[in-house]
């Protein structure tokens, strides 16, 4: 079994995972900072109870998640545990809380661009409409969307590379879909010519209007997940069925041990 990660400022460890808990403004501000700054690139990844219960059994999944400079608790569910475990963190992160959040700062300070990998050349033309509009100070560099396979190719990662490279955009925001975004990240960070890389999944989709993201009710009171399980049962039942119960059992094992679920990782 391999010891928990060390410690990063302003985390809280939650069922092994060091997981950001200083609240939604912080963290984007901590981003933005490193945007606008010196020093080396990083990147974002978001951790919900299917990402948690799908990273128990992919140790590639697991190790890139660890990767991330900001692991951000996305979903009611480990704002939950954090508390039946009396950890630290009292408030979801999502990934749209960042890509909006990000996104507003970037256009107030002017002079920075971003870029776009992933999903469907219509929902991409959708996105860059949109984004001109919300965000006229921050540059479009450009957008690439990569044909449906399980894993790149080294041809087609190379393509990938290269048009991101020659667009150098600030920021480059991932939407791959889970687990593909994270492990493409940290196996192509060192390659990407950016100082900030987001693995933002559904948010491409939300963004563009092409899935209508849950109201602010369901948003607040933590029930955005059974909304989009009603929409897409066929998609999205493994999460309710699969990964949420292998959740709440490490969550229950935790309440009677140190929180690192037993033979895990």
């Not at 998640?65 to 704002?79: I, Q, T, Y």
């Not at 469907?120 to 560099?141: G, H, K, M, T, V």
């Not at 039942?237 to 949420?244: E, F, I, M």
Request: charged share 25%.
């Amino acid at each position: 079994m391999s010891k928990l990660p060390d410690a990063k400022p302003d985390c809280s460890s939650l069922l092994g995972y060091e997981l950001f808990a200083q609240g939604r403004e912080a963290c984007i501000e901590n981003i933005v900072d490193r945007i606008a700054g010196e020093g080396d690139k990083t990147w974002l990844a978001c951790l919900n109870p299917h990402s948690y219960a799908v990273a128990a059994s992919d140790v590639e999944f697991d190790r890139s998640l660890r990767s991330a400079d900001w692991l951000v608790p996305d979903g009611v569910g480990m704002v939950v545990a954090s508390r039946v475990l009396r950890k630290g963190i009292r408030a979801r992160i999502t990934g749209w809380d960042i890509f909006t959040g990000v996104n507003r700062a970037l256009d107030h300070r002017g002079g920075l661009s971003a870029f776009f990998l992933g999903s469907s050349e219509d929902n991409l033309s959708l996105i860059e409409r949109r984004f001109r509009a919300d965000y006229p100070n921050l540059r479009l560099a450009g957008t690439y969307s990569p044909p449906y396979m399980s894993k790149f190719g080294d041809a087609e990662n190379s393509r990938i590379l290269e048009a991101v490279n020659a667009a150098r955009p600030d920021v480059l925001w991932v939407g791959l879909t889970a687990p593909k975004q994270e492990k493409w990240i940290h196996d192509n960070l060192a390659r990407v010519d950016v100082r900030f890389v987001g693995a933002i999944g559904a948010v491409f989709d939300f963004y563009s209007g092409r899935v209508q993201r849950p109201g602010a009710l369901a948003q607040s009171l933590g029930l955005e997940w059974a909304v989009r399980l009603a929409r897409e049962p066929r998609r999205l039942w493994q999460r309710t069925v699969v990964s949420a119960p292998r959740f709440l059992f490490d969550v229950a094992r935790g309440v009677f041990r140190d929180d690192r679920p037993v033979g895990r990782r």
